[in-house]
């Protein structure tokens, strides 16, 4: 079995215009409502968060997209890194700008980062991932994960994951 190992360090980051790039996803599955003994086997969406290393409240896995990768290589990247889980990187959700003080520096010192956000179908759930010392992971439904996001503009990424689900994957053109 080969050990992944997360990338450090920013010497191969992008930035644009004064933001530091980078990318993330929404992580999702269906859960089978089997609880319910009257139920037809109806699905549950589900989407998974990650906490912080750096305080309370949760999020979604999200990290510098480098020199050498695509934006949806990123964002696959950052969900096994962060999060763990590997998955179909389905459609993009839109831009996402925010002020990170954690991430200020000689490109963006103002600590300004643009994210490109996916909606990720979960299809498996690794035992051993990079950060899983620093990080658990929540699956929640989504008026709960609304509730338990630290940022705003995450929140603003999941009401754009859930307009995506009920246009694209319910209408059934998946």
Known sequence: MSVLVARTGRHQQ???????????CVPFRYKNSDDCVDSSSEKILEVLLISSPSGPGLLFPKGGWENDETVEEAAAREAIEEAGVRGDLMDFLGYYEFRSKTHQDEFSPEGLCKAAMFSL???????????????????LAVSEA???????????????FCKWHKEKLMSGTR
């Open 14 to 24: 992008r930035y644009e215009n004064g933001y530091r790039l980078v990318a993330g």
């Open 121 to 139: 179908f979960v299809k498996e759930e690794l035992e051993l991932w990079p950060e899983q010392s620093s990080r658990d992971r929540s699956w």
């Open 146 to 160: 609304l509730g338990c996001l630290r940022h705003a503009w995450m929140r603003d990424a999941l009401e754009s």
